[in-house]
């Protein structure tokens, strides 16, 4: 069973930065699809990045220009730099892997494509 660890959420002000991290306990290179969610009080999962094993990424429209994904095989880990943060960012972060391949990209971003999630990181913007 893949195991996902996410940290590195907090609370900021509007305008921060955070960088969310989610250590996979299998071997990265296998993995084909990885995605950052975010869930916030009473709204569902949302897609908000995704990457493919082939380095190509998807964005939702919301945190284009704001939020990097990035994953870092050697170490099993992937990555999301949150910058300019909003108070409407508030929300919990999810990772999710799968080992099915995501074309076209912008599957990385469905819930569906996944089997495998975190517990999740609290992020929290004051304004």
């Known amino acids: 069973q893949v195991q996902l660890v996410e940290s590195g959420g907090g609370s900021v002000q509007s305008g921060g930065s955070l960088r969310l991290s989610c250590a996979v306990s299998d071997n990265t290179d296998s993995t084909y699809c990885m995605g950052w969610f975010r869930q916030a009080p009473g709204k569902g999962r949302e897609g908000v990045a995704g990457i493919r094993s082939d380095g190509i990424t998807a964005y939702a429209d919301s945190v284009r220009g704001r939020f990097t994904i990035s994953r870092d095989n050697d170490k099993n880990t992937l990555f999301l730099e949150v910058k300019n943060l909003q108070p409407e960012d508030t929300a919990m972060y999810y990772c999710?892997?799968?080992?099915?391949?995501?074309?076209?990209?912008?599957?990385?971003?469905?819930?569906?494509?996944?089997?495998?999630w975190g517990q999740g990181t609290q992020v929290t913007v004051s304004s």
């Open positions: 999710a892997a799968d080992f099915a391949w995501c074309d076209p990209v912008s599957l990385t971003l469905r819930r569906g494509a996944y089997k495998h």
